[in-house]
Protein backbone atom coordinates (compact mmCIF):
# COMPACT_ATOMS: atom_id res chain seq x y z
CA UNK A 1 0.00 0.00 0.00
CA UNK A 2 1.21 2.80 -0.91
CA UNK A 3 -0.71 5.51 0.90
CA UNK A 4 -0.44 6.73 4.38
CA UNK A 5 -4.16 6.89 4.88
CA UNK A 6 -4.49 3.99 7.46
CA UNK A 7 -2.31 5.96 10.09
CA UNK A 8 -3.40 8.99 8.95
CA UNK A 9 -6.92 8.57 9.93
CA UNK A 10 -5.91 6.21 13.09
CA UNK A 11 -4.30 9.59 13.94
CA UNK A 12 -6.78 11.90 14.14
CA UNK A 13 -9.35 9.30 15.58
CA UNK A 14 -7.57 8.12 19.09
CA UNK A 15 -10.48 6.38 20.51
CA UNK A 16 -11.15 4.65 17.55
CA UNK A 17 -9.25 1.56 15.11
CA UNK A 18 -10.10 0.98 11.61
CA UNK A 19 -10.69 -2.46 10.56
CA UNK A 20 -7.65 -3.71 8.56
CA UNK A 21 -6.55 -7.17 7.00
CA UNK A 22 -3.34 -8.25 6.63
CA UNK A 23 -2.70 -9.67 3.14
CA UNK A 24 0.04 -11.60 0.95
CA UNK A 25 -0.13 -10.34 -2.61
CA UNK A 26 2.63 -10.72 -4.84
CA UNK A 27 5.15 -11.60 -2.40
CA UNK A 28 4.45 -8.73 0.02
CA UNK A 29 2.61 -8.31 3.25
CA UNK A 30 0.47 -5.23 3.51
CA UNK A 31 -2.20 -3.71 5.38
CA UNK A 32 -5.47 -2.63 3.57
CA UNK A 33 -8.79 -1.94 4.67
CA UNK A 34 -11.92 -4.46 4.24
CA UNK A 35 -15.26 -3.96 5.09
CA UNK A 36 -17.38 -7.01 6.93
CA UNK A 37 -20.43 -8.25 5.09
CA UNK A 38 -23.77 -8.22 6.83
CA UNK A 39 -26.78 -10.50 6.23
CA UNK A 40 -29.90 -8.93 4.70
CA UNK A 41 -31.87 -10.98 6.48
CA UNK A 42 -30.72 -9.80 9.92
CA UNK A 43 -28.41 -7.11 9.31
CA UNK A 44 -26.42 -8.78 11.61
CA UNK A 45 -22.28 -9.60 10.57
CA UNK A 46 -21.78 -12.41 8.62
CA UNK A 47 -20.84 -15.35 11.29
CA UNK A 48 -22.09 -18.53 9.44
CA UNK A 49 -18.81 -21.33 9.11
CA UNK A 50 -18.17 -21.55 4.99
CA UNK A 51 -19.51 -17.99 4.02
CA UNK A 52 -17.87 -15.04 3.07
CA UNK A 53 -16.99 -12.59 6.26
CA UNK A 54 -15.08 -9.85 4.88
CA UNK A 55 -14.31 -8.01 1.94
CA UNK A 56 -11.33 -6.70 0.94
CA UNK A 57 -11.06 -3.94 -0.50
CA UNK A 58 -8.98 -2.88 -3.99
CA UNK A 59 -8.60 0.84 -3.80
CA UNK A 60 -8.35 2.72 -0.99
CA UNK A 61 -11.69 4.40 0.05
CA UNK A 62 -9.94 7.44 1.36
CA UNK A 63 -8.15 8.59 -1.47
CA UNK A 64 -9.01 6.18 -4.23
CA UNK A 65 -5.57 4.89 -5.02
CA UNK A 66 -4.98 1.18 -5.90
CA UNK A 67 -3.38 -0.85 -3.28
CA UNK A 68 -1.36 -2.87 -5.69
CA UNK A 69 -0.83 -2.66 -9.58
CA UNK A 70 -2.73 -4.41 -12.32
CA UNK A 71 -0.84 -7.28 -13.26
CA UNK A 72 -0.39 -5.94 -16.55
CA UNK A 73 1.05 -2.59 -14.68
CA UNK A 74 4.79 -2.52 -14.01
CA UNK A 75 5.89 -2.38 -10.66
Known amino acids: MSCNCITEIEAKLPDH?????????????????????????????????GKPKIFAHTFCPFCGERYMPDAGESQ
Open 17 to 49: KLEIAIMYRGGTLTAETCTNLQRRDNGRRESRS
